[in-house]
């Protein structure tokens, strides 16, 4: 099986930056995609940004010029940088990875337990 360890949440003042670690330990043969996600208190959980083995990044609209996600293969680890954050950013971060476990395998997709992130106004 694959785990997932986040960390790098915590609380944060309005304008602050904090950049999320999640490194992926297991029988990892690739990792097809890696992504973070956040679920806010009564809200369903959404995705913050994506990105593909092949580099491609995508962003939801309201971190678009204010985040980064960037990974380091070596380390099966994806980062989530964010800067200018905001109230509204408030909640439980998600890391998720897609991974195949053999060359030839089908893929499976695991979560992290989720850090939470608190920016005050």
């Known amino acids: 099986q694959v785990q997932l360890v986040e960390s790098g949440g915590g609380l944060v003042q309005a304008g602050g930056s904090l950049r999320l670690s999640c490194t992926a330990s297991g029988s990892i043969f690739s990792i097809e995609t890696m992504g973070w996600y956040r679920q806010a208190p009564g809200k369903q959980r959404e995705l913050v940004a994506g990105l593909t083995s092949g580099g491609r990044t995508n962003y939801a609209d309201s971190v678009q010029g204010r985040s980064t996600i960037s990974r380091d293969n070596a380390k099966n680890t994806v980062y989530l940088q964010m800067n200018s954050l905001k109230p509204e950013d408030t909640a439980v971060y998600y890391c998720?990875?897609?991974?195949?476990?053999?060359?030839?395998?089908?893929?499976?997709?695991?979560w992290g337990q989720g850090t939470q992130v608190t920016v005050s106004s």
């Open positions: 998720n990875m897609v991974v195949r476990t053999r060359a030839i395998s089908p893929t499976f997709s695991f």
